[in-house]
């Protein structure tokens, strides 16, 4: 089983989410309100995710997950989808030395087949030279879909013991979640989206069963530790309950 599945069994949390996933919206409409390309928006983001690493860092988060590419957003202009794949691989040249200061792992998530050999080769180089870090394992979903990662999953299961194609019966949620994409991290405690949309957009779809819900209409360029606290402070005010009543919950305390 993943760590702490919150459908098998109810996970113990704390007051500061030990996994934050984010959907890092409104690049775009960033660098129009200031009439300037799109990808001005995507460059000021990278500034973003460097100011959110630090502050989850130091806040003792373990685990940090970024939406940086979909696998919808192939759908986008080619130009804006090339000035994305150069920032990745110019990012990831220049920021592993950092990251490694900070104690940060390096995992990369989604379907990489479909990246160019350099920008492949890269991310393999930097998760590699990050391995051993253990503060704050810093993924970055890139052609990533929650979609892609469930049937990948049950694709690599049914490779593994093909006799579960002719017993579907016996397969179960426990022997599925060691092979979706971040089988290695416990489900997001919070889940946030910049941006001022409220939608889930194919994210950690099987992951996010019980994850508190958090939307904010800065738009990620904007995003700053302030915010990150204020999504906190939010989510210290949640009462998880996993599926129990309040009543059961205040028993136990
Ligand atoms: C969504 O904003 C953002 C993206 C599709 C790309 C996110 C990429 C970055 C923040 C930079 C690179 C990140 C890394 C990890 C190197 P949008 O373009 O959909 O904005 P809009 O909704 O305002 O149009």
Known sequence: MSQSS?????????????????IMDGNGRWATQRHLPRTAGHIRGVQAVRRVVEACGRRGVEYLTLFAFSS???????????LLMRLFVRTLEKEV???VEQ???????????????????????????????SALTLTI??????????????????AAHPELISQPDKMDEAMLEPWLAMAYAPEPDLFIRTGGEQRISNFLIWQLAYTELYFTDCYWPDFKAQDIDAAFAWYRGR????????AQLAARS
């Not at 792992?105 to 051993?132: H, N, P, Y």
Request: no cysteine; charged share 30%; proline share 5%.
């Open 97 to 99: 030395g950092r990251l």
């Open 239 to 246: 009462e998880r309950r996993f599926g129990r009543t309040s």
């Open 72 to 82: 919808e957003n192939w759908r986008r202009p080619a130009q804006e989808v090339s």
């Open 141 to 158: 979903a890139a052609n990533y879909g929650g979609r892609w990662d469930i049937l990948q999953a049950i694709r690599a299961l049914w």
């Open 6 to 22: 919150s459908t098998l069994a109810v996970p113990t949390t704390g007051p500061t989410p030990r996994h934050v996933a984010i």
């Open 103 to 133: 104690g940060v792992r390096l995992r990369v998530v989604g379907d990489l087949s479909a990246f160019d050999e350099k920008l492949r080769r890269l991310i393999l180089a930097a998760e590699e030279r990050t391995a051993d870090q």
